[in-house]
């Protein structure tokens, strides 16, 4: 663990399957920093939206319940298992495009990334909206096929008949849904360093996000 000299914000942010959520991990262990998974946050809603919903996909007109579920979320929503299931992703994606749901998790990850010693917070909209001031910000990408492949590999360690073609659908949609939608778009910020990992595996994006964290001498 190397102990930053200054308070230390990071923000990663990158579409569905980019391998940010990995990076952060690694970068908040690196930096002994804490870590917050803020598209945990947006499964919880579309998991207790579903719930409330009793169904198993949603649709623009559960708006009121997502803005209810968001207003109300809490550690036990949070801790919920299952959240890393694609319908969940997709449900997720869907509460995400609701201004209200936007604003009720707002002062939640602002608090988060005014921590004494610094965060790293991963998502969508870190280094644009929650955090237009952070140190360093970074947009990890791949193109779809490569997101797509390794989100195949792991649903098929646990499902045998996952299928390459399904998720790779599933990850258009939601490309499409998260940079398309009016309030907070996925796009880099204008700062942002970009990486793209298409051809490089953990161990060589989280060397070369260090570079470009070191390079900007902290
Ligand atoms: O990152 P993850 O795939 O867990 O996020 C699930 C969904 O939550 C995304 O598809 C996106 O629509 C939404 N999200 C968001 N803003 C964030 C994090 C996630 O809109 N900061």
New binding site residues.
Partial sequence: MTQPSTRLVIAVDGP?ASG??TLAAKLAAHFGLPHL???????AVGKKTLAARGATQLTTDDAALAIEAASTLSPIDLAATDLAAEAI?QA??IV??IPEV?AALFDYQRQFAAQPQGAVL?????GTV?CPDADIKLYITASPEVRAERRFKQQQAIDPNASYEAVLNDIRQ?DA??MNRTT?P?KPAEDAKILNTSEMNIEQVLAAALSLITSKSI
Avoid: E, F, Q, V
């Fill in positions: 569905a940010k959520g998974d803020t598209g945990g946050l947006y499964r992703g997720a994606s995400s495009a936007r991963d998502g969508r909209d870190i929650i939601r849904r998260d907070a996925l």
